[in-house]
């Protein structure tokens, strides 16, 4: 009884926690408004956690370690089906990119709260949080990107590196909830193709993801590109 009571008390602090530095990042939040919000006293907090910084890499665990399986899961299932031959860009910038933004459908594994939170965290991480993503992130990064210098033999390795930290700029962007198009004077949109509509904005990053990576090489002036 006493254990269940604890997990429940450490779930609701991971939820407002969650919500809390999705609305108002992390240095923005705090402890007392965590507090506040998962109905808990400061002393609960320290318990579970010890401290703000130990609070949001718990967040973040919570959700990456089922997301970085399900992408290592995806990429082996694929390789395997391709019997050692080269997958398509399109697959695994489907297998990495689109396994997260899959997640918004999920409410269980943080739905598009923890999507907004991630986004925008990557947008604008805190130096100690860069480093947990940074290892967090190490073995999957590591995989796809060893599967994307296979799939692109011709594309030098440094050129494919550049591109997918452009692919993961504009996917933290896309997904942070910042609508950038009420930034752009009179450019309208309708309802149906607003930030929420998921179903709209996860195969329109999709395509600009995959014409990026294919894009034409830059040319750089009296400079080889290095391979």
Not at 88 to 109: N, Y
Not at 172 to 184: C, K, N, P, Q
Not at 190 to 211: A, C, K, Q, T, Y
Request: no cysteine.
């Amino acid at each position: 009884m006493v254990e269940a009571r604890n997990n429940d008390t450490r779930e609701r602090i991971l939820d407002a926690a969650e919500r809390l530095f999705m609305a108002h990042g992390y240095e923005g939040t705090s402890m007392r408004q965590i507090t506040g919000e998962a109905g808990v006293n400061l002393a609960a907090v320290n318990y579970h956690f010890g401290s703000k910084e130990t609070l949001i890499q718990e967040v973040f665990r919570r959700r990456l370690d089922w997301l970085n399986e399900e992408r290592l899961r995806v990429l082996d299932e694929l390789e395997r089906e391709a019997a050692g031959q080269p997958l398509k860009p399109s697959q695994i910038v489907d297998a990495f990119f689109g396994t997260m933004l899959r997640m918004a459908e999920d409410e269980s594994r943080g739905g598009m709260t923890f999507l907004r939170l991630l986004g925008r965290t990557l947008a604008e991480p805190s130096e100690f949080i860069r480093g947990f993503l940074a290892h967090e992130y190490k073995t999957v990064v590591d995989r796809y990107k060893e599967a994307l210098f296979k799939a692109l033999p011709d594309v030098p390795k440094a050129e494919i590196v550049w591109r997918f930290h452009f692919m993961l700029g504009a996917t933290s962007y896309a997904i942070a909830g910042t609508d950038a198009l009420r930034l752009v004077t009179d450019w309208q949109i309708e309802p149906e193709d607003s930030v929420d509509r998921l179903d709209r904005l996860l195969p329109r990053l999709m395509s600009f993801l995959i014409g990026g990576l294919r894009a034409q090489l830059p040319q750089f002036p009296d400079a080889a590109v290095d391979r």
